[in-house]
């Protein structure tokens, strides 16, 4: 059973618990396919919260960022703060990759669909286009 805590943009501490939630791993603040990513489930983010599931986004910035990153984009969602990796290790979304020639570590861009603490489904090595209608029209069957 999954169990997390982490610091959020909207203050104070996200604690995992038994609620719904779409939890999506981004790379990085203030990127071109992060910020398409972020800005696509903020458009869609009543639709999910129709269907009962919170949004969340994680990444390894800083509060500080996530909170200049969520206001310059009015993201109606909290973005959690994973800076030591905890999380994404315990995701399993650290990968090795190539930028520029160069190997890097990052995370590799992944979204899960979280219940009673429990991953009901998982993408992986997401492409951000149509990715958010695809993780709607998902939740939309169960």
């Not at 104070?12 to 071109?32: A, C, K, S, W």
């Not at 398409?36 to 910035?61: C, M, P, W």
């Not at 492409?127 to 209608?133: K, P, Q």
Request: neutral net charge; charged residues 20%; glycine residues 8%.
């Amino acid at each position: 059973m999954l169990n997390f805590t982490l610091p959020s943009s909207t203050g104070g501490d996200f604690t995992l618990g038994d609620q719904p939630i779409v939890l999506f791993f981004y790379p990085r603040d203030n990127t071109p396919g992060c910020t398409i990513e972020n800005q696509d489930f903020a458009t869609h983010y009543q639709e999910f919260i129709k269907l009962g599931y919170e949004v969340y986004g994680i990444s390894r910035d800083k509060i500080s960022s996530h909170c200049n990153f969520s206001s310059k984009y009015s993201l109606p969602f909290p973005l959690l703060s994973d800076v030591n990796e905890t999380v994404c290790n315990m995701f399993g979304v650290m990968k090795n990759k190539k930028m520029y020639g160069k190997d890097v570590r990052g995370i590799e861009r992944s979204t899960f669909i979280i219940k009673n603490r429990q991953i009901i489904h998982e993408w992986r090595k997401i492409n951000v286009d149509g990715h958010v209608a695809e993780v709607l029209a998902y939740l939309k069957t169960l």
